[in-house]
């Protein structure tokens, strides 16, 4: 059932989590705001979440968490950076001179704690915080979500599953937002490999809320890291009208439905998806829709499909204005993708110059999380200029670490292809066995996996026994 009684003041305080607001159009706001964003939708009634975040500020100017969870969710979203958005830097000070000028109780105090950490790019610090709340307040479902998507960027599998189980007994059916703990759990458990498990939570969360569109995003990871695609795509065919309602996560559900189609060679109809929905979608502004634009280019590319240069100029206008942000690695690595794509070398020699600046002149987690990636971007830099003996002497010593740098593990996956095509087409002969020896790992850890197997009998077409 989809949550559409908003809780006023009293209604906060009875669940065990008082708002600091003697506004109750406020109280609801912010309750309209977590709904929505718990559940990747825009729901028209309160005019969907950009309308309803400014409601929620207007409401309640001195509302500290109305400014936590409208900051946030700026911080979430990955596509401003408080050092080049002096806007964005100013709203987080504000917030923080507010929290301090009024007697708010210690979980606002944190959620403030929090949300200015991660702004800050020290995500693992806020996710510390946000663990501290729910360790008295296991049902703050702002707290779980935000660390939900800290994890995710930091790449930290465990963490985002062990959260949400950790305070799933405290939850019930009657509390607001309950059904969509299955979906967030079953994406733990399948980016952990536990895909039995994950499936049930996930069908159990469709059963709860057949329009959860992480639910279903979560499914259709299960389907994929499992080589299932013809069940995937039968799955998202016949759900279709559930989880596009989801318009946050609806472009991403359909990269996954493409996924499907470049794992079963069927290009055409990959490119079709792109045409009519991702591309189209990465209009967003959305950092999420952006990123699946890119990869999705670079992934029929490698397949060896020329997917045109005017699809590519389209994303790189896209992605030109984040060249400085160097918020997340797995960001600038899309980007440089777009920009190697659409032959754009000076604007991929400024993303490269702007990042040894950035990692040169900042401090702290990110600065160190985008000095890790340096050899990453550097690769597929030399990829795109024929350099492929550089491109996999480069990332093949850091292969391991680019899980720390974010997004799930059929997001990287275009990493592990990435390195395998570099491999091939190097000039060293200990890079053809490295190449071997990658498609063995692939298949053996995906057997069904009808890519593996073409990009196997590529190998041993260029390179023989």
């Not at 950009?50 to 596509?79: Q, Y």
């Not at 792109?274 to 634009?293: C, H, P, T």
């Not at 997917?307 to 060249?323: F, K, L, T």
């Amino acid at each position: 059932m989809m949550h559409s009684h908003w809780r006023d003041c009293q209604e906060w305080r009875k669940s065990g989590l008082p708002l600091s607001t003697t506004s109750n159009e406020a109280a609801k706001l912010y309750d309209a705001l977590l709904t929505q964003y718990t559940g990747w939708y825009d729901d028209d009634s309160v005019g969907g979440m950009e309308k309803t975040a400014k409601g929620l500020l207007s409401a309640d100017p001195d509302f500290v968490m109305g400014r936590a969870i409208v900051n946030g969710l700026t911080a979430a979203g990955t596509a401003k950076s408080p050092l080049l958005d002096k806007q964005f830097s100013r709203e987080l000070d504000d917030m923080v001179k507010l929290a301090e000028s009024q007697p708010i109780t210690p979980r606002e105090k944190k959620h403030v704690e929090a949300v200015s950490l991660f702004s800050k790019g020290e995500l693992n610090k806020a996710t510390f915080v946000w663990e501290e709340i729910l360790l008295d307040h296991p049902t703050d479902m702002l707290a779980l979500k935000f660390a939900h998507d800290a994890y995710f960027y930091l790449g930290q599998a465990r963490q985002m599953r062990d959260s949400v189980a950790a305070v799933m007994p405290s939850w019930n059916a009657t509390i607001p937002l309950y059904g969509y703990l299955h979906g967030q759990l079953a994406f733990g458990l399948c980016e952990t490999d536990h895909w039995r498990e994950a499936e049930k939570y996930a069908r159990k969360g469709l059963e709860l809320i057949p329009r959860d569109g992480w639910a279903t995003h979560a499914l259709a990871h299960v389907m994929e890291m499992q080589g299932r695609p013809r069940e995937g795509v039968a799955f998202l065919s016949n759900t279709i009208d559930d989880w596009t309602t989801c318009k946050w996560i609806a472009c991403h559900n359909f990269w996954h439905w493409a996924l499907y189609h470049i794992e079963q060679g069927e290009h055409a109809a990959a490119l079709d998806i792109y045409d009519s929905e991702i591309g189209k979608r990465a209009n967003s502004g959305q950092m999420l829709d952006i990123v699946d634009a890119c990869s999705m280019l670079f992934r029929l590319e490698l397949e060896g499909v020329k997917v045109g240069q005017e699809r590519w100029d389209d994303v790189v206008e896209i992605v030109r204005p984040h060249v400085d942000d160097h918020l997340l690695v797995f960001n600038d690595s899309h980007f440089l993708m777009a920009f190697n794509g659409g032959k754009k070398k000076s604007y991929s020699d400024q993303l490269l110059e702007s990042l040894r600046n950035f990692v040169a002149n900042s401090e702290g987690a990110q600065r160190k999380r985008q000095q890790d990636g340096l050899p990453l971007l550097e690769s597929l830099a030399a990829y795109a200029e024929g350099r492929y003996a550089d491109a996999v002497d480069l990332i093949n010593p850091h292969r391991y670490d680019i899980e720390k740098f974010g997004g799930s593990n059929a997001q990287r996956d275009v990493f592990d292809q990435f390195l395998i095509h570099a491999a091939m087409k190097s000039d060293k002969p200990i890079h053809s066995k490295l190449a071997r020896s990658l498609l063995t790992q692939r298949k053996a850890y995906k057997p069904e996996s009808t890519l593996t197997d073409r990009l196997t009998a590529r190998m041993m077409a260029q390179h023989g026994d």
